[in-house]
């Protein structure tokens, strides 16, 4: 595990990127979905489904919605599309908000909802049978989906010891563009990969571990690749890098979504070593998760 500073050129370039996601939010707050041309809409969902096989079990987030499918980003970096039936079951659990023993409507189901979905085959793709979420999740999904005005409302155990703290860290967290770097840890990929490692898993748990002890500690993920491959695709695999990463840090790591800032890929941009030689390349391969503080909050 490497810990670096971050390139501050590579950094300034993001505060750009924040304003995109925010566009993004906001499209979805106004009824509107981003994503709605990558869902592809399935034919009339069948009413009863109790006769179809099996299928497999689905796990990940949230990532699009259509109006009858959902598409789900997986821990391994896939994509699955799911139908949603009227007969599809929808629950919360953990008691929290009181909903482990009611049907949920399909409008629970959030962006950026870490679900678990029994399915069954039909003839046009998956239908999910029985959708699964921890009410927690549900919370801070419905957090971001509701603005950033309620992105530190009384949910974060460690925020909620300190009122006082939370209030002024709600009025200074919408117009700021400027971070302390308190650590960077790098992960590495092999040749045109994004699955993780054992080691990278256990490296983006403990850079968790370590932002949750940090006062106030945001999350930036950037990724990168090498020189190798098109301009096109090592964007598009920089990008794959960084929501890999993003995913096993609010799935495994239990890091909250509202704790992070918008992901980004870096294609071959700002390369940690010489990318003429094997050893070089390799380190450039890489994703690099940044702790960051305000400078607005971190006493400056």
């Excluded at 099996?54 to 990532?63: H, L, Y």
């Excluded at 908000?97 to 998956?126: F, H, K, M, Y």
């Excluded at 571990?209 to 945001?218: D, R, S």
Aim: glycine share 10%.
């Amino acid at each position: 595990m490497g810990i670096r500073p971050s390139n501050p050129t590579a950094l300034f370039l993001f505060t750009a990127l924040v304003a995109l996601g925010s566009g993004k939010l906001a499209a979805q707050q106004a009824g509107q979905n981003p994503d709605s041309e990558r869902i592809t809409v399935l034919g009339s969902m069948p009413a009863d489904i109790s006769g179809l096989p099996e299928g497999p079990e689905v796990k990940g987030i949230i990532s699009a919605r259509g109006p009858n499918a959902l598409r789900i980003a997986g821990s391994e970096g896939s994509d699955t599309l799911v139908g949603l039936s009227p007969a599809t079951r929808i629950r919360g659990s953990g008691g929290f908000l009181g909903l482990e023993r009611t049907d949920l409507a399909p409008s629970s189901l959030l962006n950026g909802l870490p679900v678990t979905i029994e399915t069954v085959q039909w003839e046009e793709g998956l239908i999910a049978r029985r959708i699964k979420f921890k009410n927690e999740d549900l919370e801070v999904a419905a957090m971001i989906h509701g603005g950033t005005a309620q992105r530190f409302a009384q949910h974060d155990a460690a925020i909620q010891e300190n009122t006082q703290a939370t209030e002024a860290l709600r009025g200074r967290m919408g117009d700021i563009d400027k971070y302390n770097i308190k650590s960077t840890t790098n992960v590495y990929f092999e040749t045109g990969k994004w699955d993780l490692s054992q080691s990278a898993k256990q490296d983006l748990c403990a850079i968790a571990g370590q932002a949750q002890v940090t006062e106030n500690a945001l999350l930036l993920v950037v990724g990168y690749t090498d020189s190798a491959g098109s301009e096109e695709y090592n964007q598009v695999l920089s990008e794959r890098r960084a929501g890999r990463v993003v995913n096993y840090l609010q799935q495994e790591c239990r890091w909250a979504p509202y704790r992070m800032l918008t992901p980004t890929g870096m294609a071959e941009a700002d390369p940690m070593a010489d990318n003429d030689t094997a050893n070089g390349k390799a380190q450039n391969r890489r994703v690099s998760v940044n702790i960051l503080v305000s400078k607005a909050v971190d006493g400056e």
